[in-house]
């Protein structure tokens, strides 16, 4: 075993840190064994985040099958290896990463590309989302930038262009966590106003809030 491995069941060990051309600081390292992305305040993949997506993920799959799916934000493509997991069928993936040295790491030190019928576009997501005709089954959204989720996600223009992007049916996954109340209750109004029905699942270990948005 690698000895940052083993020594990660003691303490986290460190394998990798900087920051991108985007200016975003990451750190690789093992947690108990495990490799994740990890940015200042936040966990990228693997880690917590790795839980609260399989939750959501979980949940959506009891409801309806899964066969094209959108990813707003990469980071090292956790979400990606659980759905490789949990679908009955290989579902065709497009992430949308808009800074490609997070693209670099997924694939260079989480092997991303070991992944099928998986594209990778850097690009802006919030630009790419204005010129997309394509339509799927489920859109994951994880946009952050550290720990912090951007204005543009509390925009009703951009909930409508993501309703918009959905099959009939379709399910938009968001992963929320550091909302103030009047965020929470401004962001439920949004969503219940761009899509058909709203579940809220609250992931008590980390104090996220999932929501299932369905068209």
């Given at each position: 075993m690698d000895s940052k491995k083993a020594l990660s069941y003691i303490?986290?060990?460190i394998v990798k840190k900087g920051i991108t051309s985007k200016g975003q600081t990451f750190e690789i390292c093992y947690e108990n064994g495990i490799k994740v992305l990890n940015s200042n305040n936040a966990n990228y993949s693997y880690g917590s985040l790795h839980s609260v997506m399989q939750k959501g993920i979980a949940e959506i799959l009891k409801k309806q099958s899964v066969n094209s799916v959108l990813m707003l934000g990469?980071?090292?493509?956790?979400a990606i290896e659980i759905l490789h997991k949990k679908c009955p069928v290989t579902p065709v993936i497009t992430a949308i990463e808009y800074d490609e040295d997070i693209v670099k790491i997924a694939c260079e030190d989480f092997n991303i590309q070991r992944f099928k019928q998986l594209k990778l576009i850097v690009a802006d997501a919030f630009q790419w989302l204005n010129n997309n005709t394509t339509t799927y089954d489920l859109i994951i959204d994880d946009i952050f930038v550290d720990d912090t989720i951007p204005e543009q996600c509390f925009n009703a223009d951009y909930l409508n262009r993501i309703a918009n992007s959905l099959n009939p049916g379709g399910i938009y996954f968001r992963n929320m966590m550091n909302l103030s109340t009047q965020q929470t209750v401004s962001y439920q109004q949004l969503v219940n106003a761009a899509f058909?029905?709203?579940d809220v699942m609250k992931v008590k270990v980390y104090n996220n809030l999932i929501y299932l948005c369905k068209k």
């Open positions: 303490f986290p060990s990469l980071g090292a493509g956790s058909s029905s709203v």
